[in-house]
């Protein structure tokens, strides 16, 4: 079983609409969350992190987590072209010394 | 966030050679870390780059291979060793700042063996 999954897509958006990207990992003891955003040919850029449950914003983006369930998700509002990217998942399982996880990658386009 | 500059960016190399690769950072930086991507996967830890001590190596990776320096609290090298075509892939340093902060990434080597 793989620590932290992801739908690897692709997920297709219109313009305009929100992007709903989930990810579940196995570790309970997992600690901090992450969602990187990688363009292709670019090098991994962090979008969100949270570490309690619940919501937390940040423009248009939003992450989610829930602890109980395992899972944790990234919305996207009011989705736009240059939103087309690899979003990747990461989780510090518990009890490491920070090191990242990463789930395979959701990639999301967004149709004009 | 820190500025991670890493060396080279892109680099082809003949098969049996190794290749050293840089990632410099323009502040202190609690921890280092170098990731391997393959072609069309998501990322992979190889290691933890210690200061003044001997990387933390993931399963599946030995110092032989990868071998890893880190000098100080700035600079970190990773070493490809004996390089073979399943070598190609983009190697990424990464560094916390702060224990309780978001790791960020390097731009990236990006590694061809012929």
């Known amino acids: 079983q793989k620590e932290v999954e992801q739908n690897s897509g692709p997920l297709s958006v219109p313009e305009g609409a929100i992007a709903s990207l989930n990810c579940t990992y196995s570790?309970?003891?997992?600690?901090?969350f992450f969602w990187y955003r990688q363009y292709s040919g670019k090098s991994p850029e962090l979008i969100m992190f949270i570490y309690s449950n619940g919501d937390k914003e940040d423009g248009r983006f939003t992450a989610q987590l829930n602890k109980a369930s395992q899972y944790v998700s990234l919305l996207i509002r009011d989705s736009q072209p240059s939103d087309s990217a690899t979003y990747l998942c990461?989780?510090?399982?518990?009890?490491?010394?920070?090191?990242?996880?990463f789930g395979s990658g959701t990639q999301l386009t967004v149709l004009p | 966030s820190a500025v991670i500059s890493q060396k080279p960016s892109r680099d082809i190399c003949q098969r049996g050679t190794s290749l050293t690769i840089q990632c410099q950072v323009d502040?202190?930086?609690?921890?280092m870390f170098w990731y391997r991507q393959q072609p069309g996967q998501s990322l992979t830890l190889i290691a933890t780059?210690?200061?003044?001590?001997?990387?933390?190596?993931e399963s599946g990776f030995v110092i032989d291979k990868f071998p890893i320096s880190r000098p100080n609290l700035t600079f970190s090298t990773l070493t490809v060793s004996n390089m073979s075509p399943e070598d190609s892939s983009i190697y990424l340093c990464s560094v916390l700042g702060q224990v309780n902060q978001p790791q960020h990434f390097g731009d990236g080597t990006r590694l061809s063996i012929l």
């Open positions: 502040s202190q930086v609690t921890m």
């Open positions: 780059a210690n200061q003044g001590s001997e990387a933390t190596y």
């Open positions: 990461a989780v510090t399982p518990g009890g490491s010394a920070r090191q990242l996880t």
């Open positions: 570790d309970r003891g997992s600690q901090s």
